[in-house]
């Protein structure tokens, strides 16, 4: 099956509030600019993922399945749709990110 063209990432409501939490998180503990750096650098990755989507090994255990892509501390769980990357949650990598899928 050929590859789809990804032209674009979608940010969920859920991937949305986890970026709001990590920069209020950043900005609590470190400062503004520590926040713009991380929050820059995970738009980076996303970035990536839009240009080599299945560079994240798919996760088929999970159903329906997801990939997971590392993001400095952090995990980016997505799936790849017609043209855009569903990003799905945006979770710390030491949380259960597969209890987040349910939420």
């Known amino acids: 099956m050929p ?20 920069w209020d998180y950043t900005l609590r503990i470190w400062s503004v600019g520590q926040a713009e750096t991380y929050i820059r650098a995970i ?33 980016i769980l997505y799936r790849i749709e017609a043209s855009w990357l569903d990003v799905l949650r945006i979770v710390h990598a030491r949380q259960n990110w597969t209890a987040y899928l349910n939420e």
């Open 3 to 22: 590859t789809p063209t990804v032209t674009e990432y979608r940010l969920s409501p859920a991937a949305l509030s986890d970026l709001d939490a990590i």
């Open 43 to 75: 738009g980076s990755d996303m970035s990536i993922l839009v240009r080599h989507p299945q560079i994240a090994r798919e996760r088929l255990e999970i159903r329906p399945p997801v990939r997971v892509y590392r993001s400095g501390s952090h995990l």
